[in-house]
């Protein structure tokens, strides 16, 4: 039987995990809700993000705190673009799967290219950086990244329901035509929450880069995890996203205490299985 | 074929010719005049094996170079047709079929990786083709009489290398008791510690401790957490690439450190220079270190393996066992061909398994179950950020011992 120690070592360390899987859902949750579109290429755009902030941190010895600076808006203007792909040639929900698939692919192999497939890793001082709590140790990265993702979350959430322009989003993504006669230009709209999607990932990236391990195929490992998070937090809610993100980053990392390890990438899906067939009402 | 027909990517290296003889050394010559041997073959150039798969390439390269200065096959140049697999052992059949179909080449290299090689290997054995391979883990898997391994794990590397491990382990003061076997999925680290977890009981050396996560995990937290509540004396894992990376970090934001940690395959580069990786210990067959730089070619392999991965912007530009299994398979072939004097598969085979070849990894032979010889599998461990074999003691680096952790 596991000690409580190590039950709630496991619940920490999978609260934070998840945090991660609700920072990359994020964009992907608002692209998909919102706009209809299935991005796939959100995870080649974080990784792109995440070997520019392990460039930058390596070769130009710039703090991944500075480099976010610029990434972020870098990405937000690819978003931008992207959509401009989408909006040129009237993209619909399934064609979309098939579009961002290709460039993510497209990406994945410009990242291989330019890094080689070769694994690389970010060392940073405060890469295990942990605070201690009792008898348990906090990480301190993950511990931001969870934060960010948290501010992230809130603030979209408040955004969507607060704002004019989150109003208009939402009454868009119901029925488009109806929120148009009320003068709302989804168009325009819709390239704002592109970019803000990709901006996300870009957040998402540079913690990838400090966290996690850099190598082109890797692009896809968080794919299966990420749209379980998705659907389970419910398409366009920022933080249902954050904490379904959570509930699997924990149940996972339970099973890992419990069971075995080898049983984690179970656990999600069972999870998503489960409250699709429970259906809960959460709103 | 024509070039750049997607998944089919075509990479042909034309010893003598380009960049290639620019880069040799002047003892070797020019290529051979005459039509080419074709030798096919496939690496994972793309997909998740793929950063092992360009240390292969640019193994692959200086071989057909260093083979072609030295009057190629049998007077003829060889020309590697070199394609993609992407990872994938069905990609992997398919292109070795056309290979051999429809390319018609006359000679086969095999892939990297166990799956794409099984997959080959079927492929082999439906044409009458000898392939030679340096990264099937798992030996009893390699059940074709025609398949060659080029690296020495020998016949039952799950009973002979834990032994090894076992051996190094006995001399440390104190000798650890207890050892957590950490584990892959991914089957031939999990073939490797079902191995350590049985020859560690039957020495007597307790695994209160045995987990197995799938391949690809991303988050180490809890089951660092179940390391450290073991608090075994010894670490075993089973990792790939960057895991070991992963896993030390996880248990260091714990603040715990094993005391000793032994790894399967990392990546070797990382974890040298990682704080982590300080006197941990990993599998090798050879370093570029005495004894093995005395070895037929080594010197000048090594070097120009250093300078091409250099240029090729790889992070270790260090030749190992991964490289050198590579140019272990070249020499096999480069021996069996002249040897037999002959291309013809067969005869080339029936060489093989009645002479002693000498590569990279020192003379060696085919004759025992599954075509494996003696094994050869080492111990190196991580002293001032370099891999440095330390045992067996006879092959450890001059000057080099064994340091507890």
């Known amino acids: 039987m596991p000690s409580a120690t190590l039950l709630g070592q496991a619940l920490i360390s999978g609260v934070l995990a998840g945090g991660m899987y609700g920072l990359l859902a994020l964009g992907l949750s608002l692209s998909w809700g919102l706009l209809r579109l299935v991005n796939l290429s959100h995870f080649a755009l974080a990784f792109l993000a995440a070997y520019l902030t392990y460039e930058m941190g390596t070769t130009y010895h710039i703090d991944p705190w500075w480099s976010v600076l610029v990434i972020v808006p870098a990405m937000f203007v690819i ?133 996690a391990t850099l190598a082109p195929a890797q692009i896809w490992a968080w794919l299966g995890v990420v749209f379980a998070v998705v659907i389970i937090g419910r398409l366009g809610n920022p933080l249902g996203a954050l904490f379904a993100g959570m509930l699997i980053g924990a149940s996972e990392s339970i099973a890992m205490a419990v069971l075995s390890p080898a049983w984690a990438p179970v656990v999600s899906f069972s999870v998503l299985i489960v409250l699709l067939l429970w259906d809960p009402d959460w709103s | 074929m024509s070039k750049g027909m997607g998944a089919w990517r075509r990479r042909t290296f034309l010893g003598g010719a380009l960049a290639g003889m620019v880069a040799a050394p002047a003892v070797l010559r020019a290529a051979p005049p005459g039509k080419p041997v074709r030798v096919g073959g496939t690496l994972s150039l793309t997909g998740f094996l793929a950063q092992t798969a360009a240390i292969h390439k640019i193994a692959a390269e200086i071989m057909v170079e260093e083979i072609n200065g030295r009057d190629g096959f049998l007077g003829r140049p060889i020309e590697y047709v070199l394609l993609d697999d992407q990872s994938k052992p069905d990609v992997a059949r398919s292109l070795y079929e056309k290979l051999i179909t429809v390319d018609k080449v006359d000679l086969i290299q095999g892939p990297y990786a166990t799956a794409p090689i099984l997959a080959a290997m079927g492929v082999a054995q439906r044409y009458g083709k000898i392939i030679i391979q340096s990264s099937m883990g798992i030996p009893k898997l390699q059940t074709y009489d025609m398949a060659f391994p080029a690296t020495p794990f020998g016949p039952e590397p799950d009973k002979s290398y834990p032994n090894v491990i076992l051996d190094a382990m006995a001399t440390l003061s104190p000798a650890p008791k207890s050892m957590v076997v950490l584990t892959s999925k991914f089957p031939s680290a999990q073939f490797m510690a079902q191995g350590m977890r049985t020859e560690a009981e039957k020495r007597g050396v307790k695994v209160p401790l045995f987990l197995e996560y799938e391949a690809g995990n991303r988050d180490f ?185």
């Open chain 1, 79 to 211: 978003g931008l673009l992207q959509h401009w792909v989408f909006d040129r040639f009237k993209v619909n929900e399934l064609a979309s799967l098939l579009i961002t698939f290709s460039f993510a692919v497209i990406l994945e192999v410009a990242i291989q290219l330019y890094w080689t497939a070769d694994y690389r890793r970010f060392e940073t001082h405060y890469s295990t950086l942990s605070i201690k709590v009792g008898a348990f140790y906090i990480p301190v990265l993950e511990l931001i990244l969870c934060l960010v993702a948290g501010v992230l979350a809130w603030g979209t959430w408040l955004w969507l329901r607060k704002t004019y322009v989150g109003k208009a989003l939402r009454a868009s993504a119901e029925d488009a035509e109806i929120a148009a006669a009320y003068g709302v230009d989804h168009k325009k709209l819709a390239y704002l929450l592109s970019g803000l999607g990709a901006a996300y990932a870009g957040v998402a990236g540079t913690f990838i880069a400090l966290i």
């Open chain 2, 221 to 405: 937290g809890a089951i660092a957490a179940r390391v450290k509540e073991a608090n075994a004396d010894f670490l075993w894992v089973g990792s790939l690439g960057l895991e070991s990376n992963q896993i030390l970090e996880a248990l260091r934001k714990l603040d715990y450190r094993p005391k000793n940690s032994f790894h399967l395959y990392p990546a070797p580069g990382p974890l040298a220079l990682s704080p982590d990786g300080n006197l941990v210990w990993s599998s090798t067959f050879l370093e570029p270190d005495e004894p093995f730089m005395s070895r037929p070619g080594m010197k000048r392999i090594a070097e120009h393996y250093k300078e091409r991965a250099t240029k090729a912007n790889l992070p270790y530009p260090i030749i190992d066992a991964q490289a050198a299994g590579m140019a272990a398979q070249w020499q096999i072939l480069e021996q069996g061909v002249n040897g037999a004097k002959s291309l013809e598969d067969k005869q080339i085979a029936a060489w093989l398994k009645k002479n002693v070849v000498t590569t990279v990894y020192g003379p060696t032979k085919f004759d025992g179950p599954y075509n494996h010889g003696a094994p050869a599998q080492l111990i190196r461990q991580v002293q001032n950020k370099e891999w440095k074999v330390v045992w067996p003691k006879d092959l450890a680096a001059p000057g080099v011992k064994l340091i507890n952790g």
